[in-house]
Every structure is written in C-alpha cells, then in structure tokens.
C-alpha cells in the first residue's frame, strides 16, 4: 500500500478500505485505516479492547487465521461533523462454503475522526442484534451532516 492509498480521503473512503481489509483477510491493510493510540474496538461478545496493541493484535488473530469472508455492509445512518464522522451500519457477513456457509448479521458503529493524514477509524463497536432481521423488512437510511 502506498502512501497516496493510506490517506483516506473521506470517511466512506476509509470504511471501504476497513471492510476491503477484513474481507481480504488483510492485516497490514487493516493496520493502515486505523488512528494511533486512542483507538477502541469492541467485536461481538467481546470486552473493549483499547488502545493500539489491543486492538491490533484482536485483528491479527482474526485475519491471520481465517479463511476470507464475504461481506456486504448496507450503511444505516451517517453523521459527519468537521473533525468527526459516525457511521450506523448492518454488515451480513457469510464464512465457509457450500453447505458449511453461515450467515450471520452484526450491527455496528465506526467512528472515523480527520487529521492531517486523512480520515482513520478511531472506534469499530459490533454487535449481533437480539432479533435478526426476517421477511422484507424496510430499513430507511439516512445521512446527516452536523455544521
């Protein structure tokens, strides 16, 4: 990755490399949308990891041991303040192949926040949601900008 791919010029630009990472099984992909030190993440029935090493190392053990999943993210609100951006989104992620596939939905929040060095997600919080989803269900999307 070079160094013109690693700034991230928007935020959607960033969240489009962060699930490109995790759907390559990419880890240094994975280590490039992420901000320094104050990062958090929380993965589904997972404690808060925090900081840098933590969080980087909770990746490692997952990319680094896993077969590519298919992800598809569907972006459920978006908020974008001058420094901040806060993006609500349903991913529908399947691993395995053929009869083994399991599908599964997380709901999640990235926060990507702007420096000189573009847009970083600074906090990924994901959760499986207590009630999946069924049937033709609506879910209205929406994208805000706060001055």
Not at 33 to 39: N, S
Not at 53 to 59: F, I, L, Y
Request: charged share 15%.
């Amino acid at each position: 990755m070079n160094e013109a791919e690693m700034n991230f010029p928007s935020p959607q630009a960033a969240e489009d490399a962060f699930y490109a990472a995790f759907a390559d099984c990419d880890y240094k992909a994975m280590e490039a949308v992420w901000a320094g030190e104050g990062i958090v993440c929380i993965h589904p029935g997972s404690s808060a990891l925090i900081g840098h090493q933590a969080v980087m190392r909770s990746w490692a053990n997952m990319l680094l041991n896993a077969e590519p999943p298919n992800i598809h993210v569907n972006v459920l609100s978006s908020t974008i303040t001058d420094g901040l951006a806060v993006h609500v989104v349903e991913e529908h992620i399947t691993s395995g192949y053929g009869d083994s596939a399991s599908v599964s939905m997380v709901l999640a929040t990235n926060v990507y926040q702007h420096s000189d060095e573009g847009w970083r997600l600074l906090e990924h919080h994901a959760s499986v949601p207590r009630f999946q989803k069924t049937g033709n269900a609506k879910v209205k999307h929406t994208q805000r900008t706060l001055q």
